[in-house]
């Protein structure tokens, strides 16, 4: 097999990736080792930034979003009963848009099915080989049938745990890591959201996290030890957690009901540096995660795309490789901006084991700060809705 570029990856990145290149004219080849159905089983973020929407909406898929998605105009920060409500149009002239990532994944799928690219699912032990040359090549096992494929160039968006990164050799790149010491309990249920915005709640039992995926899909979250298991957290015990976190005008007025999907996702911040190594670019999560708390994980994956998409097509069509000489700093230049405002994020709503009292009264202080400075408001609204690519 031959194309143009090889996507190793088929989540979001991979297919954003795929879909602009093809539109161009770029060809390309998606190797994911899930099946479809597991790809679109993920449950993920769903708060996408302006450049995220004009970037779907470029790429054809912006439609359904459209239709369908909620458009945010401000978010609530809390400490205990004080809220803090951050109006991203006031202050920003624009606004985030709530939809899901399972929906995004699943409108990319249609749309590459309507233009024919090629996806393959279930692709097992792929390796890139001669990356750092002229003439990489990708090979992997497809249903027992081992295969190379050539191409111009490899884009790895197959995560964390992925090939791509890991081709790097460990003497060309660094790695900047800070693992927090506590997780997500993520629960999704079919009732109506708490509140009509977001709200990031500090409490003195710790963080949560009141989100929606529509007017009658939730998603909360609140804050575990990573020791915690799943089984230990009945329906019931988080229900009452969540409501002792929220304000209590909202925990007490809360529609409740059975989880249909539950999780304890770790967080971290990670940073991988640089993002090519001679024709392999990573891109998204195979490159760099960041705690949930800031909503940056996908927008993140995306604005690496916006960086890359252009170059390739440069490259391939043109011969013209000043955008993809470019690529890591560009796209690195953004994603530390990212990874700060999540730190600080994460930082300002959640409380750290064996830490003191002047932790606590830092994280009131800085939510009273936020309640009385329009400046402030503004800095944590800019970096919410995103900064420009």
């Given at each position: 097999?031959?194309?143009?570029?090889?996507?190793?990856?088929?989540?979001?990145?991979?297919?954003?990736?795929?879909?602009?290149?093809?539109?161009?004219?770029?060809?390309?080849?998606?190797?994911?080792?899930?099946?479809?159905?597991?790809?679109?089983?993920?449950?993920?973020?769903?708060?996408?930034?302006?450049?995220?929407?004009?970037?779907?909406?470029?790429?054809?898929?912006?439609?359904?979003?459209?239709?369908?998605?909620?458009?945010?105009?401000?978010?609530?920060?809390?400490?205990?009963?004080?809220?803090?409500?951050?109006?991203?149009?006031?202050?920003?002239?624009?606004?985030?848009?709530?939809?899901?990532?399972?929906?995004?994944?699943?409108?990319?799928?249609?749309?590459?099915?309507?233009?024919?690219?090629?996806?393959?699912?279930?692709?097992?032990?792929?390796?890139?080989?001669?990356?750092?040359?002229?003439?990489?090549?990708?090979?992997?096992?497809?249903?027992?049938?081992?295969?190379?494929?050539?191409?111009?160039?490899?884009?790895?968006?197959?995560?964390?745990?992925?090939?791509?990164?890991?081709?790097?050799?460990?003497?060309?790149?660094?790695?900047?890591?800070?693992?927090?010491?506590?997780?997500?309990?993520?629960?999704?249920?079919?009732?109506?959201?708490?509140?009509?915005?977001?709200?990031?709640?500090?409490?003195?039992?710790?963080?949560?996290?009141?989100?929606?995926?529509?007017?009658?899909?939730?998603?909360?979250?609140?804050?575990?030890?990573?020791?915690d298991k799943l089984e230990e957290w009945s329906d019931e015990r988080f229900w009452t957690m969540l409501k002792t976190c929220l304000p209590s005008d909202v925990g007490g007025n809360m529609e409740t009901g059975p989880s249909?999907?539950?999780?304890?996702?770790?967080?971290?911040?990670?940073?991988?540096?640089?993002?090519?190594?001679?024709?392999?670019?990573?891109?998204?999560?195979?490159?760099?995660?960041?705690?949930?708390t800031g909503a940056k994980g996908l927008n993140l994956a995306v604005s690496d795309v916006h960086y890359l998409y252009q170059a390739l097509i440069d490259a391939v069509k043109k011969g013209d490789t000043a955008g993809i000489?470019?690529?890591?700093?560009?796209?690195?230049?953004?994603?530390?901006?990212?990874?700060?405002?999540?730190?600080?994020?994460?930082?300002?709503?959640?409380?750290?084991?064996?830490?003191?009292?002047?932790?606590?009264?830092?994280?009131?202080?800085?939510?009273?700060?936020?309640?009385?400075?329009?400046?402030?408001?503004?800095?944590?609204?800019?970096?919410?809705?995103?900064?420009?690519?």
């Amino acid at each position: 097999m031959k194309t143009d570029v090889a996507i190793i990856g088929g989540g979001p990145s991979g297919l954003l990736l795929s879909q602009l290149l093809n539109k161009a004219g770029v060809a390309t080849v998606v190797l994911e080792r899930a099946t479809r159905d597991r790809v679109l089983s993920r449950i993920r973020a769903g708060v996408l930034e302006a450049g995220t929407v004009q970037m779907l909406r470029e790429a054809g898929v912006g439609d359904r979003l459209d239709r369908e998605g909620h458009p945010h105009e401000g978010c609530f920060l809390t400490d205990d009963d004080l809220m803090v409500r951050i109006n991203f149009k006031e202050l920003t002239g624009t606004s985030v848009m709530v939809y899901g990532q399972t929906e995004v994944t699943t409108d990319l799928y249609a749309a590459q099915d309507a233009m024919g690219a090629t996806i393959l699912h279930g692709v097992e032990d792929v390796v890139i080989q001669d990356a750092d040359s002229t003439a990489p090549y990708v090979e992997y096992t497809l249903d027992g049938v081992r295969t190379r494929l050539d191409c111009a160039y490899v884009a790895g968006c197959d995560g964390f745990h992925g090939v791509s990164r890991k081709t790097i050799p460990e003497d060309k790149r660094r790695e900047f890591e800070r693992v927090y010491p506590f997780g997500w309990l993520g629960v999704l249920s079919r009732t109506k959201p708490a509140h009509e915005e977001l709200i990031y709640a500090n409490s003195s039992n710790g963080f949560a996290l009141a989100s929606m995926r529509s007017d009658t899909l939730s998603r909360y979250y609140v804050q575990v030890p990573l020791t915690d298991k799943l089984e230990e957290w009945s329906d019931e015990r988080f229900w009452t957690m969540l409501k002792t976190c929220l304000p209590s005008d909202v925990g007490g007025n809360m529609e409740t009901g059975p989880s249909i999907e539950k999780s304890i996702a770790p967080l971290r911040s990670f940073v991988s540096e640089p993002l090519r190594w001679g024709r392999l670019f990573l891109v998204g999560d195979s490159a760099h995660i960041v705690p949930p708390t800031g909503a940056k994980g996908l927008n993140l994956a995306v604005s690496d795309v916006h960086y890359l998409y252009q170059a390739l097509i440069d490259a391939v069509k043109k011969g013209d490789t000043a955008g993809i000489d470019t690529y890591s700093d560009r796209a690195l230049m953004r994603i530390w901006k990212a990874m700060r405002f999540s730190w600080q994020m994460t930082t300002m709503l959640h409380r750290f084991d064996g830490e003191d009292s002047f932790a606590s009264q830092m994280r009131k202080s800085t939510l009273r700060h936020l309640s009385q400075s329009e400046t402030a408001r503004r800095d944590l609204a800019e970096n919410y809705i995103g900064l420009p690519f």
